[in-house]
Each structure stands twice: as structure tokens, then as C-alpha cells.
Antibody, heavy 119, light 107 residues
Framework: EVQLVESGGGLVQPGGSLRLSCAAS????????MDWVRQAPGKGLEWVGR??????????EYAASVKGRFSISRDDSKNSLYLQMSSLKTEDTAVYYC??????????WGQGTLVTVSS | DIQMTQSPPSLSASVGDRVTITCRAS??????LGWYQQKPGKAPKRLIY???SLQSGVPSRFSGSGSGTEFALTISSLQPEDFATYYC?????????FGQGTKLETK
């Protein structure tokens, strides 16, 4: 069974930093691209970014709203995905989900972790 | 960036109704589109992939159509468990973008 479990959320001050983690199991993590998606309270979904697999050089893509401030990385030996967030703004307050697509037909999301940016 | 314009933002309907939600892409995205359902406090669940393919385990009352710039999600006969918020997502080019969402409410 595929499982994605996010952790690391919490309260952080504007301008601060935070690292989210996503622990993956039930599939060959190292083979797959991984995404982060977020949802501000009461708002819609926003794609944050992606890390590709080793075969694709672990290259990354980001939404314009986070580019230069957020960094996505992974540790295939630990089946873990990370989102390093810095220079946080109040508008980064959201539930952050990690996601994976396995083949064309399967799409999995974690339960999300809440990040609150507030003084 | 590709903009996804989803409509309507909200929709009131009754059990048994047929409803359609649309998404328009600001440029052609072939069929690189998925539809998601989200219930309060839960992660989104994909219903449709590749614009018109039904995700395994999703009831057949859900269907998707379209290609290029115009897409639709249709629920043929609403059931009580279908009242939720729906989103389209284009994955044709980066950055991926979601529609603004459609909240389906009971009339």
C-alpha cells in the first residue's frame, strides 16, 4: 500500500525558515518524480514544485511564487522527500501535501502538514 | 504560465441532477488534464486523468471530456457523497496549474 506521510509543519515567524519532510512507502521511491502542492486556508490548490528522479538528474521545477525561496530535495536511501522553505511570508500559510503519480493511472497524496507563518 | 479558468465557482444542485463543470486553458494542453474531488479536511482525490479516463474505483457517473483548451467534468446523477469541491489540473507544462475550484453544494 502506498503511503505518504508529511511532517515538520508548525508556526514560524515571517522571514523564517522551515523544512518539511515526506516519508514514502509502498512503492519504489527512487524511480518516481515527487511533487509538493499546497492549500491556503479556505483557498484552492496550488502546485509548488517537483523533483525528478536520479535518471533525470534530480532536476527540479518550481512555481513562480516560491522560486528562489523554496528548495525541493530527496534522499532515496531514506525514501524521503523534503521541502526547504526560507524567507517565509504570511501568504505561505497553507497545508502542504506531497504527491506522487505512479504510471499513468495512479495518483497518491499524503494527509498534509500545516505551516502557519505569523508573528 | 498556463491559466486554467474553471467555472462555475459554485453550483447548487440536488441528488439525481446532472451537473457539468468546465475548465478552459489559456493555451492548448492536449489532454494533459486531471480532475480532482476534495472534501473538507481531506486530501484531493483524482477522479479523471488524461482528460477523459476514469480513475480506477471511481463511479461511472463521473466522466471527463475535452482536449486542447476546453474540458468538462460531468456527474450524470448526483449522489449525496458527491457534494464537495472539484478542481482541474493541467500538467502539460511547468508550472502546473489548478483551476480555481468549483464548490458543489446541495440545493
Amino acid at each position: 500500500e502506498v503511503q505518504l506521510v508529511e511532517s515538520g509543519g508548525g508556526l514560524v515567524q515571517p522571514g523564517g525558515s522551515l523544512r518539511l519532510s515526506c516519508a514514502a512507502s509502498g512503492f519504489t521511491f527512487s524511480d518516481h518524480y515527487m511533487d509538493w502542492v499546497r492549500q491556503a486556508p479556505g483557498k484552492g490548490l496550488e502546485w509548488v514544485g517537483r523533483t525528478r528522479n536520479r535518471a533525470a538528474g534530480y532536476s527540479t521545477e518550481y512555481a513562480a511564487s516560491v522560486k528562489g525561496r523554496f528548495s525541493i530535495s530527496r534522499d532515496d536511501s531514506k525514501n524521503s522527500l523534503y521541502l526547504q522553505m526560507s524567507s517565509l511570508k504570511t501568504e505561505d500559510t497553507a497545508v502542504y501535501y506531497c504527491c506522487v503519480k505512479i504510471g499513468l493511472t495512479n495518483d497518491y497524496w499524503g494527509q498534509g502538514t500545516l505551516v502557519t507563518v505569523s508573528s | 504560465d498556463i491559466q486554467m479558468t474553471q467555472s462555475p465557482p459554485s453550483l447548487s444542485a440536488s441528488v439525481g441532477d446532472r451537473v457539468t463543470i468546465t475548465c478552459r486553458a489559456s493555451q492548448g494542453i492536449r489532454n494533459d488534464l486531471g480532475w480532482y474531488q476534495q472534501k473538507p479536511g481531506k486530501a484531493p482525490k483524482r477522479l479523471i486523468y488524461a482528460a477523459s479516463s476514469l480513475q480506477s474505483g471511481v463511479p461511472s457517473r463521473f466522466s471527463g471530456s475535452g482536449s486542447g483548451t476546453e474540458f468538462a467534468l460531468t456527474i450524470s446523477s448526483l449522489q449525496p457523497e458527491d457534494f464537495a469541491t472539484y478542481y482541474c489540473l493541467q500538467h502539460n507544462s511547468y508550472p502546473y496549474t489548478f483551476g480555481q475550484g468549483t464548490k458543489l453544494e446541495t440545493k
